[in-house]
Structures are given as structure tokens and as C-alpha cells.
């Protein structure tokens, strides 16, 4: 019988057989980093975008704040020309109705009455005057009672004085200044 010796062949298909193993794995390594760069790669990516839409988003957020800051500043400013606007409103309601008060002063004054000082403090009028007497007071009162402008007359002092011979009465009244709206009547409550 003839021997054949196997061994060389067994040994070139072993050597094959670990080629082919290294191959096989060098293969799948490469594979692997391939697959492993590009998910890398895809992902640095993914970061990157989101990081600019992140700066993106945070210039909008910085521009509408200063957007914010500045309808803060002309809200502030609009109250304040509001406020300006309504003082002079105001005023300017308020203009007659000096010249009203000393209307109905001279209207209301009966003879024999002289008015030496007259101030206001708000809607209060405090007038000090001389009188012939008690009775002219009562009836300069009585006339600001019926005034449409003046109300609630209060004899704060009276002094009866005695000068060159003939009687006087110092008095000082408090009186209440009536606005234009309520002293005006209203032309809808008519109808």
C-alpha cells in the first residue's frame, strides 16, 4: 500500500483556512470603523446643526429681549406723556373756573359789604371782608348758598369794631368751590 503523506496539504489548508480567519477579521475590523468614522462623523454632525440653531435661537432670544426692553421703555415713556397730559387737562378745565369764583364773588356781594382778601386752597375759598353788619354777612351768605360755583358758606370769625364812629363787622369765610361739571347742569339728565 502506498503511504501518502497528507501533512503538507492539511498544512497549506490550515494556512488558508488562517488567511482567510485574518482576512475575514481585518475585513470586519475595517467594517467595523468604517461604520464607527461615520456614525462619528454623523453624529459631530447632528451636534454641530443643533449647536447653530442653539446660537441661533439665543441671537432671536437676545433681539427679541431688546425688542422687549424697548416697548418697556416707550410704555413708560407713553404713562408719562399719559400723566402730562391729564395734569394739563386739568388745568386747562380748571381756567374758568377762577374766573367763574370771582364772578360769582361780585355777583353775590350785597352794599355794604368789602371783601380784603380772598384765597384758595384746592376747591376751599377762604375770603375775609368788613361789613356795615351781622346782617350784610347773612346775606352774602345766603347769596353764596344760591350760587351755582360757591356752596356751604362757614362763618369761621366775626368782630364787631367800632371805626370813626360807625360800626363794622371783620369776618372770615369758608367757602367751597363747586367744579365745572357739578355746578354745570347736564344736558342728557334732561332727557
Known sequence: MTRINLLPWREQQRKERERQFYTVAGGAVV???LVVGYIHIHVSGLIDQQKGRNDFMTQEIAAVDAQIAEIKELEAEKSQLLARMKVIE???????????????????????????????????VIVEGVAQSNARVSAFMRNIDQSAWMSSPK??????????????????????QITESAAAPNPDATS
Not at 381756567?95 to 384758595?120: A, C, N, W
Open 31 to 33: 467594517m467595523m470603523l
Open 90 to 124: 386739568q388745568l386747562q378745565s380748571q381756567r374758568p373756573q377762577m374766573v367763574h369764583l370771582f364772578d360769582e364773588l361780585v355777583k353775590s356781594i350785597p352794599e355794604g359789604v368789602y371783601l380784603t382778601s380772598v384765597k384758595q386752597n384746592g376747591s376751599s
Open 155 to 176: 362763618l369761621n370769625v366775626i368782630e364787631s369794631t367800632t371805626k370813626d364812629g360807625q360800626r363794622a363787622s371783620k369776618f372770615v369765610l369758608d367757602i367751597k
